[in-house]
């Protein structure tokens, strides 16, 4: 009996790795990160080898640099460069890398500003800044940034307004902008993002009410955590705040606000973990709390509140980690 032929799988594997071999990196792509490479210093230049950062026949790909194949070239889709104790200036040959989809540089010592070249990675879906010492406004070339879905620009110190550029970006999900120098009033903009389920601006030095954030009809359909804390927001929790049935978690901790707390946020039918902590808001917390189904923690003490107002649940401070949320 004759033996099965394997020629026809040979004929159909041969072109495709004879193709893989071919593929080289596009020149644009070398030529930036060969200009990053110069800048960054020892620390990544270490294990940054040859001249080809997707690689080559001698050496593997560059430590934190991910490519794929398009056409007859490979391009740089992902840098991830962290705590590796960069210093300097953000590197703006990084926007001469048009295919990245992912650029992460967090924990580092990076200075300066965001440079308005990075309105020019269109495909960029994941930006982590956080962690560094990075300053200045966000330049609104951020808003041009159609794909981006994750935002991480904590621990930085950023001044200015939160650019209304932001609300522009309609694939938006988590946006991190806590432990930073932002002043004036958050956007009521932002709300009208419909995928955004994470908005932290925490320890800032924002001003304004939470009536005038969700002013917007319909605002905030997906968002289930909001984090206003250490800031100097005024005025009281607006009824209209029910309407947001997808918060799980609130928190307005240490600001200036005042007023009583309305019996509706008590319906909300996901709230997991209220902060009302260190504000100035008097009358009585509503029985409806202490009979939600799902509220683990409530957080009362450095109010006006009348006797006998309890807080719930152990008192730990919630952190939330960006890694949680990063995909």
């Known amino acids: 009996m004759a033996r099965p032929s394997l020629s026809l799988p040979l004929i159909l594997i041969f072109p495709l790795l004879f193709h893989l071999a071919l593929a080289k990196t596009l020149k644009r792509d070398v030529k930036a990160l060969n200009e990053i490479k110069a800048s960054l210093g020892w620390r990544v230049v270490y294990a ?11 050496h593997p790909p560059w430590s934190g640099v991910t490519c794929s194949t398009v056409g007859d070239y490979r391009v740089v889709t992902e840098l991830e460069v962290y705590a590796v104790s960069i210093v300097g200036p953000f590197p703006t040959a990084v926007t001469n890398l048009l295919d990245l989809t992912r650029l992460d540089l967090h924990n580092n010592k990076l200075t300066g500003p965001i440079p308005p070249q990075i309105g ?51 694939e938006l999900r988590y946006l991190y902008l806590h432990e930073n120098r932002f002043s004036g009033r958050i956007p009521a903009e932002l709300g009208t993002l419909k995928n955004l389920r994470h908005l932290d601006v925490g320890n800032n030095h924002l001003v304004g009410t939470i009536r005038e954030l969700i002013r917007l009809d319909g605002c905030f359909p997906a968002l289930r955590n909001l984090y206003l804390n250490d800031n100097y927001l005024t005025g009281g929790v607006p009824a209209q705040l029910s309407n947001l049935t997808s918060l799980e978690i609130l928190h307005l901790s240490h600001n ?11 319906h909300m039918p996901r709230l997991t973990y209220l902060y009302l902590d260190h504000n100035n808001f008097n009358g ?31 008192h730990k401070v919630l952190e939330v980690s960006d890694t949680e949320f990063v995909v």
């Open 48 to 58: 940054w080898v040859g001249d080809d950062p997707c690689g080559d026949g001698d």
């Open 120 to 170: 020019r990675l269109k495909r960029l879906k994941i930006l982590n800044l956080r962690w560094n010492k990075l300053q200045d406004v966000i330049p609104p070339e951020i808003g041009e940034l159609k794909s981006l879905t994750h935002l991480y620009l904590s621990f930085n110190a950023f001044k200015g307004e939160i650019p209304k550029e932001l609300a522009i970006l309609p």
């Open 256 to 266: 200036r606000m005042t007023g009583i707390i309305p019996v509706g946020l008590a």
């Open 284 to 314: 009585r917390i509503p029985d409806a709390f202490y009979k939600h189904p799902y509220l683990k923690e409530l957080y009362i003490e450095g109010n006006a509140f009348k006797p006998g107002v309890n807080p719930i649940g152990l």
